[in-house]
């Protein structure tokens, strides 16, 4: 017999796997969106079903500018926002319309991994930066600018994956100047930046930026919930412009007429603003649990920081460690991560693991990571 | 005042845009998805609000796979179905994974419009091909492959936007085994398939396919509501798995598991199925309205073929007339078109007009077309 399968991941019932980078599963906000549902389709407004208007819904665009205006700490306009279905969709359609095959992308090294495989199905060359615990190295960028320029630098800057590193307000007004100087586009993955657990972050590199040169990403996934596929990319109205008169949005319509409907609803409730702040008090709770576990199961055998907020820890283990070959040992204790090789531009990266918090309880987190430590721990 | 916008057309009320290529707005089902959506959303099962599976939900497939088997006349496997946000996006996707930039595209003359930006985007070269009033020219085809050699073989066998043909079921034959002679891949636009309202056209173009040569790309957008943004590109399993391993879908999750778990129970109450044929009897009536107002607006000033299924009529007037130069006239009394020129690969079409009969009801469609008459009858 088949099994059928509905989601992306779904491990068996006897493994942890800790690799997984996705939202809690008892987390999912089921009972919020059938309310937001039947209220929404109650009555005879039934746009919602048309094409829609290719930078989006206008009043959901509105919603959606109200709410990051409150977290954010700066007026965002409704003119500068477009929808997409996700931050993935976000950054291949900036990808398709700021860039030619053949064009160079830095990246922070680690980065996310993903983003990887869409600058390859775009045909873009990537260039790997130095980062330390606080991102990018503005210097080491310096320095390679001097030799070659970039179409795009992307980067996340806040809660980075997988490193959990925040950029800080210095080194973003930096990375902007540089932008201007250099004649690049930044594109600011920023879908963790509402996820802070104990400090608060910069504001998002939109802030620094007054001459178009940042374009963000961000998506309901982290926030709210994947399945829904819907993102936002900010930027100025000429770039969105340009972005809305591609051939996939102008063949396609706008990008998820129905699903944003419904959550213009929950915005407008103020729903997103109770059950973020819910999602952030179960997250601050996972780390900890994670970080204790770590420090009692691995001891110094695991360096790493504790994250502020996101989704991820990033621990560093003996260099003569390799966890992509060790994974099969850990999976054996019915234990998995991401090894750090997946974050690597350039095959590097062998002695780190990425850990996420965000999908399992704290008890099952801890179980977790005392099985990582009988493959890892002090002593092993 | 700023007008929010919502749709992506939204003509004033003075207007009957006859250029508009959706449907119409007072048959989206409203009702319909309401209760489909309190249905799933009753219970516990969260699912649908996770990362989807990468080639979609495995229940919404099935239910696909069964629906487009009682249509389509063959057995369809739902191992070969994946699941995209309309069939713009499985163009796209399909382009990303089987072609490179530079690669050649070979479409009939006229094609759908948004197609070529689609391909425009993806630096794909288009050559266009001959056709006749029942498609693509068979042997015009095989003297240019003689000269060289497509990635791609991009048409709309049934229905076609805009001319309304459909390809016989001989030539449908002809070009698979064109595709396999000379080693390129078809890719069959079927979103008007089962929008026949005469007589029925023949099964979708894989029928033909022993050899994986057909990509098919369809769409709930002109069966249901393309709100929903819900499409699905039927293909081999091998082929399904490349596109399920390109960066955007392995970044982003599954396509639209939210909304494709709506339509799943849409699927299997047979509530689809009621819908189709209610839609196809008001198109068919609206078929009838529009081809006795041309005839008697119109007159020997037009030449057309009443279609048999799909969205359109494609009006040729004399070789004289430039409907892109004569729009403005035309708004100016009120009505609205496509010229011609839209739907060629090189500038050409132009006495052409494409005329969309689903958008408005009957009374209105013969009002637009009394208004057509004004500009472009006879004697006029």
Request: hydrophobic letters at 45%; a negative charge.
């Amino acid at each position: 017999m088949t099994t059928i399968r509905t989601t992306q991941s779904s491990p068996d019932a006897a493994t942890i796997d800790l690799g997984i980078g996705q939202p809690g599963p008892d987390l999912l906000p089921l009972a919020l969106l059938r309310e937001a549902t039947a209220m929404r389709l109650a009555g005879d407004d039934a746009t919602l079903l048309s094409y829609g208007y290719e930078l989006g819904d206008g009043y959901f665009r509105r919603a959606l500018g109200a709410f990051l205006t409150a977290h954010y700490g700066f007026a965002l306009d409704p003119e500068s926002l477009m929808v997409t279905t996700g931050s993935s969709q976000g950054l291949d359609l900036i990808c398709s319309c700021f860039t030619e095959p053949g064009d160079t992308v830095f990246v922070g090294e680690p980065t996310y991994f993903l983003a990887l495989r869409i600058f390859a199905d775009r045909h873009l060359r990537v260039v790997g930066l130095p980062v330390d615990e606080q991102g990018i190295v503005i210097e080491a960028l310096e320095e390679r600018l001097a030799a070659e320029r970039p179409a795009l630098l992307y980067l996340v800057p806040t809660f980075q994956n997988p490193s959990g590193a925040t950029l800080p307000a210095e080194r973003r007004a930096k990375l902007v100047a540089l932008a201007e100087a250099f004649d690049f586009l930044i594109v600011a993955d920023e879908v963790y930046q509402l996820l802070s657990y104990t400090v608060l972050p910069p504001p998002p590199l939109a802030h620094y930026d007054n001459g178009g040169r940042v374009l963000s990403v961000g998506s309901f996934s982290k926030i709210l919930a994947p399945g829904l596929r819907l993102g936002w990319i900010q930027a100025t109205p000429v770039q969105l412009q340009r972005i809305a008169g591609s051939g996939l949005l102008d063949s396609g319509g706008g990008l998820n007429p129905f699903t944003s409907n419904l959550v213009k609803v929950v915005l407008e409730k103020g729903w997103q603003d109770d059950y973020l702040n819910g999602l952030k008090e179960v997250y601050g709770r996972r780390v900890e649990a994670m970080a204790t576990a770590l420090r009692r199961e691995l001891g110094a055998a695991a360096d790493f920081n504790v994250p502020h907020g996101g989704f991820f820890f990033w621990v560093r283990l003996a260099p003569s460690v390799d966890t992509e070959r060790l994974l099969p040992r850990a999976q054996a204790q019915g234990v998995g991560f991401k090894p750090g090789i997946h974050f690597s531009s350039r095959g590097a990266l062998r002695n780190y693991m990425r850990l996420c918090f965000a999908y399992y309880d704290e008890a099952t987190i801890a179980t977790g990571v005392a099985r990582l430590g009988s493959v890892f721990g002090n002593g092993v």
